[in-house]
């Protein structure tokens, strides 16, 4: 068959996520369709084989995925690969019945998995609130409860609620005290809403109501610096490139849309480049210290959540909120982080390259140990 020989002694890398195929139509990969092209050339420079499949196909042996033939892609059942990166969207997926029974098969054939599942918001707090020199960088942050939301809303005037599972900004909820009144804002279908409350007892029933019986943090909310009236944070891509290393790939703005809380492109965000909006804000050589501020703290945020979770991180967006007075704060830490975002899309983009990069060097030392 074609592609017996094209794999015949080569390194396999294949990329986990959803797929729409359809008959006489090109597969897609969705949002990281682009990004798929890019990891399949690089890993077909570098003389491996590189595909991509879906958590339905998959069978005791082989694994039907899509590989690249030098012009379209192509189905056909494949050995299992060397590495496998997950992309997977749906934390759902990820407690299935077929994503466990991949992990297993893994598992027995050594096959590393990179960014094997989602990260709850509370665990990664939970973790990086365990080394002091990030203390002051993080927010006060609780399990919600109806005593937690009490007892920090007598602190501070700006909570978020947050479920622990969310991801693209969706499902949070922004409380405001304005002295006389409450006001609740969160986002749905028909955009932004707003809600006012004469007192903490009302709004504490209406939310409650709302939350259901899923798992929400409450976190102190953040006055993030705006510009033209909409705000601003930052998101800071890393990757590891060894054993206890991670460096920083690439670093974006990212400004909120009009009437939006949150500033997730997924809510109509859009991107700017750092060092030009923070020379704006502050002056050159204050945005190169922040700049430089924040990827120290993205860095020690990675290492130490890939310090305390058992499996296999080599890329983590981390998001950084400056306050009005110029602090800065880890907001979130996510396991899979937009590729949508934050990079130049002409030509191979350096995260791909940072992926392939720690791949091979890893395959290597697996290699090298096997003698």
Not at 103 to 129: D, G, P, T, Y
Request: charged share 25%; with cysteine; hydrophobic share 40%.
């Amino acid at each position: 068959m074609e592609h017996s020989m094209m794999i015949s002694n080569k390194r396999i890398i294949a990329v986990l996520t959803e797929i729409s195929e359809g008959e006489g139509v090109e597969p897609s990969f969705r949002t990281i369709h682009s990004f798929c092209e890019e990891l399949n050339q690089l890993v077909t420079e570098s003389g491996g084989f590189f595909y991509v499949f879906s958590l339905k196909d998959i069978s005791e042996e082989t694994i039907s995925g899509f590989y690249f033939n030098g012009e379209r892609w192509r189905k056909a059942k494949l050995p299992f690969p060397d590495m496998i990166y997950n992309r997977i969207h749906s934390r759902w997926a990820e407690s299935s019945k077929n994503f466990k029974a991949l992990m297993e098969k893994a598992e027995e054939a050594n096959i590393q998995v990179c960014n094997h599942r989602f990260l709850s918001k509370w665990e990664v707090h939970s973790w990086l609130i365990q080394r002091k020199n990030l203390h002051t960088f993080l927010p006060a942050t609780e399990l919600f409860t109806k005593t937690t939301f009490l007892k920090l809303l007598e602190v501070y005037d700006d909570l978020y609620i947050k479920p622990l599972a969310g991801s693209q900004g969706r499902g949070i909820y922004w409380l405001t005290n304005e002295g006389d009144r409450f006001k609740l804002s969160f986002s749905d279908k028909e955009g932004m809403n707003q809600l006012l409350f004469p007192s903490s007892k009302e709004i504490l029933t209406k939310l409650t109501g709302k939350l259901g019986s899923k798992a929400h943090l409450i976190q102190q909310g953040i006055p993030l610096l705006q510009w033209e009236g909409k705000r601003l944070d930052f998101r800071v891509l890393c990757h590891r490139t060894g054993l206890d290393k991670w460096d920083v790939t690439s670093v974006v703005a990212r400004l909120s849309a009009e009437n939006q809380f949150a500033s997730n492109l997924a809510l109509g965000g859009e991107q700017l480049r750092p060092q030009k909006i923070l020379s704006l804000i502050f002056g050159k050589d204050t945005a190169r210290s922040k700049l430089s501020l924040m990827k120290e703290l993205a860095l020690e945020a990675a290492d130490c959540i890939s310090e305390n979770m058992n499996g296999l991180m080599v890329e983590l967006g981390v998001d950084i909120g400056i306050d009005s007075e110029g602090n800065l704060w880890i907001i979130e830490v996510n396991s899979k982080p937009s590729k949508n975002l934050g990079e130049p899309t002409r030509g191979i983009r350096p995260s791909a390259k940072a992926i392939i990069a720690y791949f091979n060097t890893s395959l290597d030392e697996r290699s090298e140990g096997d003698f």
